[in-house]
């Protein structure tokens, strides 16, 4: 099993960054791959972005060319930098990390402001 902790939402004007990070615990060695999803108030959870074992990026095309995600193997941690935020872009953010199963964070809140 893998524990995930997620940091770095919050709120910032429209334009602006933030970047997220998630710290896997645990059965690191089962994870096939990590990424984001979010949700906003009322909608569906949706894929923002991922990444595998190869270092292979995929993105929603709602956010494509704004936000990148990384990976720190040495900390097990992911990260999504999110710059020129719009406020389209607000939901709660989790992170996961997929090996047989979805494992998921306890989600963090990211708001942006007109």
């Known amino acids: 099993q893998v524990q995930l902790v997620e940091s770095g939402g919050g709120l910032v004007q429209a334009g602006g960054s933030l970047k997220l990070s998630c710290a896997a615990s645990?059965?690191?060695?089962?994870?096939?791959?990590m990424g984001w999803y979010r949700q906003a108030l009322g909608k569906q959870r949706e894929l923002v972005a991922s990444?595998?074992?190869?270092?292979?990026?995929d993105y929603a095309d709602s956010v494509k060319g704004r936000f990148t995600i990384s990976r720190d193997n040495a900390k097990n941690t992911i990260y999504l930098q999110m710059n020129t935020l719009k406020p389209e872009d607000t939901a709660v953010y989790y992170c996961?990390?997929?090996?047989?199963?979805?494992?998921w964070g306890q989600g963090t809140q990211v708001t942006v402001s007109s």
């Open positions: 645990g059965s690191i060695f089962t994870i096939n791959g």
């Open positions: 990444i595998n074992r190869r270092s292979m990026t």
């Open positions: 996961y990390a997929y090996n047989s199963v979805y494992n």
